[in-house]
C-alpha cells in the first residue's frame, strides 16, 4: 500500500512541476500544455514504460527453450517468493546489470545482461535475481520505472524550453529566471 501512496505522491509531484515549469514559460497557456503534457506522461508511464525500458535495452524475451538455465532459474525464485512467473529478458551487452520493471507482480519482467550471466557463479547470479524479484514483491518497480521515465519527460520539456524560449499569453519573452532554471535542471539530468 505504501508503494501505492509513493507512486502516486510522484506523479502528482511530477505533474506540479510540469505545470509548474509550463506556467513559467509559457504563462496561462504554458500551464495548461504542460498540464497535458503530464497527464499524457502519467498514462504512458504508468501502462507502457516497462515495454519502453525494456526496447531501450533492446532486451529479447526468452524461455526454457532459449534460455533453460537462466529462465528456470527466475521460475523457481518466483516460485518460492509466491509471484506469478514475470516475463524474462536477456540483453546482449557485456557490463554486468540486471533490473527488474512492471507496474505490479502480474505484469513484472526481470532482465539481465549476457554480461552478468558470464562474470558471476549461479550462486551469485541467483542471488541478484532473488534481489530484483524482491523489488518486483514489494511492488517498488513501478515507483522506480515511473521516476526514470518521468526524468526523460522533465529533459523533453526542459530541453523544448531551452530551444524555443518561452512567451505569454500576452506575447511578452518568458521569465528568465525560469529560462535559467530550466537550462539547470535539462543539465543536471543529463550528468
Do not use: C
Not at 88 to 102: K, Q, S, W
Amino acid at each position: 500500500m505504501f508503494n501505492w501512496v509513493k507512486t502516486f505522491m510522484l506523479m502528482a509531484a511530477i505533474t506540479a512541476l510540469f505545470i509548474v515549469i509550463g506556467g513559467m514559460i509559457g504563462g496561462r497557456s504554458g500551464m495548461m500544455m504542460a498540464l497535458l503534457l503530464a497527464l499524457g506522461m502519467n498514462f504512458f508511464s504508468y501502462w507502457f514504460s516497462d515495454k519502453m525500458v525494456l526496447r531501450m535495452y533492446n532486451a529479447q524475451e526468452v524461455d526454457a527453450g532459449s534460455a533453460p538455465q537462466f529462465y528456470g532459474m527466475v521460475q523457481e525464485l518466483a516460485q518460492r517468493a509466491g509471484l506469478p512467473m514475470p516475463r524474462v529478458y536477456l540483453i546482449n551487452e557485456d557490463a554486468p546489470n540486471a533490473f527488474a520493471t512492471g507496474r505490479n507482480p502480474e505484469h513484472a519482467a526481470v532482465a539481465a545482461t549476457t554480461g552478468i550471466l558470464r562474470v558471476l557463479s549461479e550462486r551469485e547470479l541467483r542471488g541478484v535475481m532473488a534481489h530484483e524479484l524482491a523489488h518486483v514483491r514489494h511492488r517498488d518497480i513501478l515507483t522506480s520505472t515511473i521516476a526514470a521515465t518521468m526524468a526523460g519527460a522533465i529533459s523533453a520539456l526542459a530541453n523544448m524550453a531551452m530551444f524555443f524560449g518561452g512567451r505569454d499569453e500576452n506575447g511578452n519573452r518568458s521569465n528568465p529566471i525560469a529560462s535559467i532554471a530550466v537550462a539547470i535542471l535539462a543539465r543536471w539530468r543529463h550528468r
